[in-house]
């Protein structure tokens, strides 16, 4: 009895907490459309999601492009590894590993700072001030995060293709003594626009979600640092799970049966 | 027209889920005129103000200023209606990614989209002179302030955009004497004599007694006693005696647990 009461407890809290995610991101996508909208903060976040990322997704994207040359190779070697190679590393890269381990990367950065940021000001009562001061805090601190999300993580989505790739190339030319030119055409071969455009999709989606729980998080952080703390845990654990959830959904729209 | 009262409450209550905070309160506040309300910790003096500012909506009850109703509005509406306010925040609340002056000019621009920054800069140093700040003050970050340097910036924030009616939460709290003073002179120099109407809350008598030509006060959801600043001292009301002389002995039994 107990049991079931503690259960009932849990799904209650976790339907609440959808619902207000929802009413959430429904207010925020509808202040997106309706003017003032601050062109400056957007440019801000483009740069914090965008530019500072840059370095975490390409090491990220470089070293999953060598391992996955390195580890297909061992499963391979027997068969025809040059062509197989180059088809395993861009497919799985433009597919999955490039979009979910940047998604995965990005919410780690910039998920947390996020709500770290939105919840200071939350328990502060800076966000309070900007009512008063005839701010709208969605459409000043959410909408700007929301937008750079959505556009900026398919763009380090792109670069880490074209990065990972790049990882590829190295181990299977310079230590697995593949013929370049060789590796370059079947690489093109193996390129389906369908890959790389669901992967973009997806990390469009990514963005979206990091941003969202990012903000939401913070937005609804209360008492203190501590509430300022768990926010952040929050945000990171749930955009986490989200992104892989999602992640799941997309591919099967794109490519099951 | 000067018959509408500037503030309007009637029969606003608000709770926390089973904690009833307010339960209804009733106070007009005529135009230019400045209230303060007093009362002990946790009785709800703050949420009062934000449900006025639309930061909290009240449960039941009206808030009418000017004579409009400004409940559940919209938020085009609402930042209509805020830029009649100006409030200083019990903890400051200055944007702490914000230099000082843009904190004092975050109004400004935000109600005029098309203020140039060096307008704006120069206003927002006018208004930190108002408040006894110089010029080198304007570029530093709140964090590096002090205390009663960022009250005054919070002070100087809320009047910038020439409000109509300030809130003022607790001015004075952590202060020492002497710039608790000061204070209390800049909002009797920038607030009451320039015919703004204020809301203001505190504990300290002496500040309530210098920038309040009323006074109430909050006990237990309700606003036991309203009356003239000057009666404040004279009342028979046990309650207002027992705060005005800050006696531990009383009516009002302090909640040490909840
Ligand atoms: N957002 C909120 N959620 C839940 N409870 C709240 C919230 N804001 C205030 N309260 C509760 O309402 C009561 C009144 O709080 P309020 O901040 O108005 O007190 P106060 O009179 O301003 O006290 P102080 O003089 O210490 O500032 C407190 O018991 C507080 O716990
Ligand atoms: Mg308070």
């Known amino acids: 009895m107990n049991l079931l009461a503690l259960i009932g407890r849990v799904v209650l809290d976790f339907l609440a907490h959808l619902g207000r995610l929802t009413i959430f991101a429904g207010t925020a996508i509808s202040h997106c459309f309706r003017p003032p909208i601050y062109g400056r903060l957007i440019v801000k976040q483009f740069i914090d999601i965008g530019f500072y990322s840059l370095p975490v997704v390409g090491l990220t ?10 580890q297909s190779y061992t499963g391979f070697a027997r068969f025809s590894a040059e062509s197989a ?68 993580l398919p763009v380090l989505v792109l670069i880490a293709d074209i990065i990972g790739v790049a990882g590829g190339y190295v181990v299977g030319v310079y230590k697995l003594g593949f013929n370049p030119a060789t590796y370059i055409n079947n690489t093109y071969d193996a390129m389906e626009a369908l890959d790389v455009i669901s992967g973009l999709v997806k990390a469009a989606a990514f963005g979206f979600i990091i941003a969202l729980m990012g903000c939401y998080n913070g937005y609804h952080s209360k008492g203190g640092a501590q509430g300022v703390g768990a926010a952040t845990t929050n945000a990171v654990v749930s955009s986490s799970i989200a992104i892989l959830i999602v992640n799941y959904v997309i591919t099967e729209m794109f490519f099951g049966t | 027209m000067t018959d509408v009262p500037k503030i309007s409450l009637r029969g606003v209550a608000k709770a926390f889920g089973e904690k009833q905070v307010l339960s209804g309160i009733d106070l007009d506040i005529a135009a230019g005129e400045s209230v303060v309300v007093i009362g002990g910790s946790g009785t709800g003096k703050s949420v009062l103000i934000k449900c006025i500012l639309g930061i909290l909506e009240a449960d039941t009850g009206t808030i009418a200023v000017d004579g409009q109703n400004v409940m559940h509005l919209e938020s085009n509406a609402r930042d209509a209606t805020n830029a009649k306010f100006g409030m200083l925040f019990q903890g400051g609340a200055l944007f702490d990614s914000l230099p000082v002056w843009e904190n004092v000019a975050f109004g400004l621009r935000a109600r005029d989209r098309h203020l140039s920054r060096d307008t704006a800069r120069a206003q927002a140093i006018e208004t930190l002179a108002k408040v006894g700040l110089d010029e080198q003050v304007a570029d530093l970050a709140p964090s590096e302030l002090s205390g009663g340097m960022q009250k005054r910036v919070g002070l100087a924030r809320a009047i910038a955009g020439r409000p109509e009616i300030v809130f003022f939460d607790e001015p004075t709290t952590g202060l020492d004497p002497i710039m608790s003073d000061v204070i209390n002179d800049l909002i009797v120099s920038t607030v009451k004599k320039k015919g703004i109407t204020a809301l203001s809350i505190t504990h300290d008598m002496q500040s309530a007694r210098k920038i309040g030509d009323r006074i109430a006060m909050l006990y237990e959801g309700k606003l036991i006693w309203v009356g003239p600043a000057a009666d404040v001292d004279s009342t028979e009301n046990p309650y207002v005696q027992q705060f005005v002389h800050g006696r531990a002995e009383g009516p009002i039994k302090m909640q040490v647990r909840r």
């Open chain 1, 85 to 152: 190679i180059a088809n395993v590393v861009v497919i799985s890269l433009t597919r999955e590993l490039g979009p979910v381990l940047a998604g995965l990367m990005v919410a780690g950065r910039i998920g947390a700072s996020m709500a770290a940021e939105i919840g200071t000001m939350r328990v502060t009562e800076q966000i309070d001030a900007l009512t008063t001061l005839s701010t709208n805090p969605f459409k000043f601190l959410v909408v700007p995060r929301l937008i750079a999300g959505l556009l900026m």
């Open chain 1, 61 to 70: 994207a470089i070293f999953s492009g060598m391992v996955l040359a390195l």
